[in-house]
C-alpha cells in the first residue's frame, strides 16, 4: 500500500494510466465470450496442484516472485499491490517509466486466456509456450504469457508512460525470466 501525498502526486497520471490499463486487462481476461460490452465469466475452473499433476503455481504469491535484487533490476518503486483477479492471482508496481503486472493462472491454461485485442503473436519462452500481446490498449501496453503445465499460466503485463511497446515487452520479458526461476520444478 502506498502512502504519502508526495508519492501520490508525483504518480498520479502514471498509476492513473495503469490502473486504467490493469482494469481493461482484468476485463479481458475476466470475458471468455460474449457481445461488445457484455461481461460473460469464464466457466469456474477447477482446482490443480502438484499431487495431481497441476503446476504447483498456487504455492507462489503474486507479489512475492520478485526478491530484492529482481525488484531493483527492475526498477519495482515500493511494495507490490495486490490485485485479483477472475481465475487468477495478481500483484501490481509502479516503475519509474511506467508499471508491470504480474497474474499467476492457478488453473487458467494459456490457450483458455481471452487475447482477442491487440496484436497477439504465438512464441516460446523459457521452453514454454508463450503469447506476446501488444497495444492491446494502445501505444505503451505489452503482455507477455506462458504456460505453467497443462492447466495454468502466468501473464506479465508491462506499460510505459512514454507509450514506447517495445519498452513494455522487453520488460515484461525480464520480469518472466525472474518469474520462470521462482515456479516449483516438477
Do not use: H
Amino acid at each position: 500500500m502506498r502512502s504519502g501525498f508526495v508519492q501520490v502526486r508525483k504518480t498520479v497520471s502514471r498509476s492513473a494510466a495503469l490502473a486504467a490499463f490493469m482494469t481493461l486487462m482484468a476485463s479481458v481476461a475476466a470475458c471468455s465470450t460474449g457481445q461488445p460490452g457484455t461481461s460473460v465469466p469464464s466457466e469456474a475452473p477447477a482446482p490443480t496442484n502438484s499431487a495431481n499433476g497441476g503446476s504447483g503455481l498456487a504455492q507462489l504469491d503474486a507479489c512475492q516472485v520478485f526478491d530484492a535484487q529482481a525488484t531493483s533490476q527492475l526498477g519495482l518503486e515500493g511494495a507490490g499491490e495486490v490485485k485479483n483477479f477472475a481465475g487468477g492471482r495478481g500483484c501490481d508496481w509502479d516503475t519509474a517509466g511506467g508499471g508491470i503486472r504480474v497474474v499467476l493462472y492457478d488453473s487458467t491454461s494459456l490457450e483458455k486466456q481471452n487475447l482477442s485485442d491487440g496484436q497477439v503473436e504465438s512464441t516460446t519462452f523459457a521452453g514454454r509456450e508463450a503469447k506476446i500481446q501488444r497495444e492491446a490498449l494502445g501505444a505503451g501496453d505489452c503482455s507477455l504469457l506462458f504456460a505453467v503445465g497443462d492447466s495454468s499460466s502466468v501473464s506479465l503485463d508491462a506499460t510505459s508512460n512514454d507509450m514506447n511497446t517495445d519498452a513494455s515487452c522487453q520488460l515484461a520479458q525480464q520480469a518472466g525470466e525472474l518469474v520462470v526461476a521462482k515456479l516449483p520444478k516438477n
